[in-house]
Every structure is written in structure tokens, then in C-alpha cells.
């Protein structure tokens, strides 16, 4: 009886989480088209971390419609603010890459191998950057100095993250019918827990000199 009450208290909590996945999937992608796309990405995205942030803060009961759609509105512009340069940035980067490989020399060499280093600098900065945006309050840069600041100084956890995020990456090409149910919000929440814990174990005030405000719980 114990072992069938277990099985029960599994399959109720398993399906709670489908559901919770599912929920977050289906708002991130109507919202996202609700900006029409280019427009909604970003503050969809900071929903979904906003989401995903108060699970990891231990949240029995998290109102994801409410906490997403004032998360959505509020952040509507400031997060395109930051999704927009993060994207021009990227499409600078891609271009500058190409347009110096296409050259021979030492000086094309030496800026080949600079644009590679930028390019794992922002990589490790994306890793961070939506995690950091819902948890603190700051300036809008200063999102983008910050994030780049706590992944070098967590390289360990930033290689689990993306060991971790490779994975879920690899499960979805292999099933690509749970893409659809979880696709983006596990990743997401994967994203948010891993750099959590990190965070929770640093006094990233100190670190950075600064005395953040936390975002609300």
C-alpha cells in the first residue's frame, strides 16, 4: 500500500510538472506573437525566467498567468531594450566574423581570434543575462556588465549549464514531439536553477561593489 501511495504521489506530481511546462510553453509562444515576434521574444523570455524564478525560490503555488502577464507587461519595454541590443550585437559580431575571414594576413588573424573570444565572452553573458535580469534590479547595461562578470566567476557552473542545456538540446532532437509540450520553458528553467544556485552561494554584492536590489519575490 506505502509503495502504491508513493507510485500515486509520483504520477500526480510528474503530470503537475507536465502541466507546468506545457502552461509556460504555450504562453511564451502566444506572447511572443502577441508582439509580433521581433517585438515579443524578449519580454516573453523575461516572463518565462520570471516564472521560472519563483519556482526556484521554493514556491508551492506559482500563479503563472498572473506572475507572467505583469511580468510581460511591465518589462514589455525595458526587455526589448535589452533583447534588441543583444541581438544587433550578435548580427555585428556575425558579420565582423566573416567579413575577417575573408582576409588573409596577420592583422586579419589577430582580429579572427578577438571576434572568436567576443563570441564566448557573449555566449557566457547570454547564459546569465535573463537569470540576472529577473532576479536583480539595475540599469539596463549594467544587466550585460553584471551577467558577463558572474559567469567568469562561476566558469564551473557555466560549463554545466551548458553540458545540461546540450543535453535537453539532444533529448528534443531525439523526441521532437515533446518540443511543442516543454521545449523552450525547460530549458529556461534548467537555465534559471543552475545559475540560482550559483548565485545563491555568492555574495555577488560584494563582488561587484554594489548593493543590487533584489527583484520581488
Known amino acids: 500500500m ?21 502552461y ?4 511564451w509562444a502566444a506572447c511572443t506573437l502577441l508582439g509580433g515576434i521581433i517585438f515579443g521574444i524578449a519580454p516573453s523570455t523575461v516572463a518565462l525566467f520570471s516564472v521560472a524564478r519563483r519556482t526556484c525560490l521554493g514556491e508551492e503555488e506559482v500563479k503563472v498567468f498572473r506572475t507572467f502577464w505583469k511580468s510581460y507587461r511591465k518589462e514589455f519595454f525595458k526587455a526589448n531594450g535589452l533583447g534588441l541590443s543583444l541581438i544587433g550585437f550578435g ?3 556575425y558579420f565582423n566574423l566573416n567579413f ?10 589577430a582580429m579572427n581570434v578577438f571576434m572568436m573570444v567576443t563570441g564566448i565572452v ?22 550585460i ?3 558577463i562578470a558572474l559567469s567568469f566567476l562561476n566558469t564551473a557552473n557555466v560549463l554545466l549549464i551548458i553540458i545540461s542545456l546540450l543535453a535537453a538540446y539532444y533529448f528534443f532532437i531525439s523526441f521532437p514531439g515533446f518540443i511543442p509540450i516543454c521545449g523552450v520553458s525547460l530549458l529556461a528553467q534548467i537555465n534559471m536553477w543552475l545559475v540560482y544556485q550559483s548565485l545563491k552561494k555568492m555574495q555577488v554584492e560584494k563582488a561587484a ?9
Open 122 to 143: 557573449f555566449i557566457f553573458m547570454l547564459l546569465y543575462i535573463f537569470p540576472t535580469y529577473v532576479h536583480y534590479r539595475m540599469k539596463l547595461f549594467q544587466y
Open 145 to 147: 556588465k553584471y551577467s
Open 2 to 22: 506505502k509503495r502504491d501511495g508513493l507510485l500515486f504521489m509520483f504520477i500526480i506530481s510528474f503530470c503537475r510538472w507536465v502541466c507546468y511546462f506545457f
Open 100 to 109: 575577417f575571414r575573408s582576409f588573409d594576413g596577420t592583422l586579419f588573424t
Open 91 to 93: 548580427l555585428l559580431w
Open 209 to 217: 561593489g554594489h548593493s543590487y536590489e533584489h527583484a520581488p519575490a
Open 24 to 27: 509556460l510553453n504555450v504562453m
